[in-house]
Structures are given as structure tokens and as C-alpha cells.
Nanobody
Framework: QVQLVESGGGLVQAGGSLRLSCAAS????????IGWFRQAPGKEREFVGV????????YYADSVKGRFTISRDNAKNTVYLQMNSLKPEDTAVYYC??????????????????WGQGTQVTVSS
């Protein structure tokens, strides 16, 4: 069982930066792949990026590639989402999710087993 808690959301002007954190419970955190998703008002939840448990390989949605970076600190049981050059269209509730160890890199909601409660990010123009 893994419990996830996101933090770091807030209000920022376009062009600014925020760093979200996803803190996890559980002794086997380093074995979980962690993904980030977001859901804007009136829209479906969408994939943002993922950091695989093995080797820390990362993948990103095209909409955030080059602006967002995911990293993890297994000693702190925490994954980070660094968001730079934020745009108003990045406004959403951001969620982190955990997937049990696998060779597959999960990029869809159904592939994840555990979810956090989300943190609001608002980018003003």
C-alpha cells in the first residue's frame, strides 16, 4: 500500500515557475513508477509525465516537454515536478500516481494503482 500527498501548488503568473512535490509512504517507494497527471476544469485528466522506477527514465507529454522536469529523491520518498515557463493553459489540478514495479512505462490512468488528492496550480495571464 502506498499513500501519496501532493504539495506545492499555488497561483503564479505566466512565465513563472512552481515545483510540486509528491510525498509517499511505504518502504518500497523506490520500486514504484510515479506519474503526474492534471485535470483542467471541464476537461478529462491528462498525462503530464512519468519517472520510471528503474533507472529514473522520464517521459513527458508533448505539451510540457522542455518546460517540465520530473525527478525523485528515494531517500526522502519524494518525487518532484519542476514546472518552468508556465502558461495559463497549464492551470489544472495536478495529481501524482504510483504504479507497481513493471518494465512498462505507464502513461494512462488505468495503469496506476495509487493516487494522491491533487494540488491546484493556477497560472494567470
Amino acid at each position: 500500500q502506498v499513500q501519496l500527498v501532493e504539495s506545492g501548488g499555488g497561483l503564479v503568473q505566466a512565465g513563472g515557475s512552481l515545483r510540486l512535490s509528491c510525498a509517499a509512504s511505504g518502504r518500497t517507494f523506490s520500486s514504484y513508477t510515479i506519474g503526474w497527471f492534471r485535470q483542467a476544469p471541464g476537461k478529462e485528466r491528462e498525462f503530464v509525465g512519468v519517472i520510471h522506477w528503474r533507472g529514473g527514465t522520464t517521459y513527458y507529454a508533448d505539451s510540457v516537454k522542455g518546460r517540465f522536469t520530473i525527478s525523485r529523491d528515494n531517500a526522502k520518498n519524494t518525487v518532484y515536478l519542476q514546472m518552468n515557463s508556465l502558461k495559463p493553459e497549464d492551470t489544472a489540478v495536478y495529481y501524482c500516481a504510483a504504479d507497481r514495479p513493471s518494465t512498462i512505462v505507464p502513461m494512462t490512468e488505468s495503469q496506476y494503482d495509487y493516487w494522491g488528492q491533487g494540488t491546484q496550480v493556477t497560472v494567470s495571464s
